[in-house]
T-cell receptor, first 115, second 116 residues
Framework: AQSVTQPDIHITVSEGASLELRCNYS??????LFWYVQSPGQGLQLLLK??????LVQGIKGFEAEFKRSQSSFNLRKPSVHWSDAAEYFC?????????????FGTGTQLKVEL | SQTIHQWPATLVQPVGSPLSLECTVE??????LYWYRQAAGRGLQLLFY??????ISSEVPQNLSASRPQDRQFILSSKKLLLSDSGFYLC???????????????FGPGTRLTVL
């Protein structure tokens, strides 16, 4: 069965420092991969997605992610973190189920930014 | 542009009471619709999804049910709430994808449900 692992539950970085959030997936076919961000008490906002093609994808808010098939990973990166990036980040893999397009999410990584 | 609405934003209900959460989407037709629950400190669990009016797929056995009476309306219900039903409920929509393809989901603002 498909699964998504986000090994870091909490991460703290200083403002201006670089960031990498890890995501590993388990899926039998070519995955559709997503990163979402959730601010406290809010819904989820799509940061970026990978469907095919270039394995380095650019997203909103200066985020990027790299798909590495050999490592089954889709890590999220940002060169310089801003205090407003503090939020919870979810990695997800999309499943093809006869049009249902279901997502399996990781348990999330809570990002704290120190000023 | 498309927008997704959920209400109420917060809800406090006693154990054993009924529940009805509503989700509506504007600006698109024939969307796929989804209900997720997010328990404290955990990821998102898919509860139901729908590919059309009256078509509901349940992902986990539970105390909840879903209905889709109109193309862009998705309702989450319960006849008798349990303490374990507390959580943050998120509705999402996606464009219906061609076979073999996948489209991203767009999420509503969520409903915080507390069962006491």
């Amino acid at each position: 069965a498909q699964s998504v692992t986000q090994p870091d539950i909490h991460i703290t970085v200083s403002e201006g420092a670089s960031l990498e959030l890890r995501c590993n997936y388990s899926y039998g076919a070519t995955p559709y991969l997503f990163w979402y961000v959730q601010s406290p008490g809010q819904g989820l906002q799509l940061l970026l997605k990978y469907f095919s093609g270039d394995t380095l994808v650019q997203g909103i808010k200066g985020f990027e992610a790299e798909f590495k098939r050999s490592q089954s990973s889709f890590n999220l990166r940002k060169p310089s973190v801003h205090w407003s990036d503090a939020a919870e980040y979810f990695c997800a893999v999309g499943l093809l189920t006869g049009g249902g397009n279901k997502l399996t999410f990781g348990t999330g990584t809570q990002l704290k930014v120190e000023l | 542009s498309q927008t997704i609405h959920q209400w109420p934003a917060t809800l406090v209900q006693p154990v054993g009471s009924p529940l009805s959460l509503e989700c509506t989407v504007e600006g698109t037709s024939n969307p796929n619709l989804y209900w997720y629950r997010q328990a404290a400190g955990r990821g998102l669990q898919l509860l139901f999804y729908s590919v059309g009016i009256g078509q509901i797929s349940s992902e986990v056995p539970q105390n909840l049910s879903a209905s889709r009476p109109q193309d862009r309306q998705f309702i989450l219900s319960s006849k008798k709430l349990l303490l374990s039903d507390s959580g943050f409920y998120l509705c999402a929509w996606s464009i219906r994808a061609d076979p073999g393809h996948h489209n991203e989901q767009f999420f509503g603002p969520g409903t915080r449900l507390t069962v006491l």
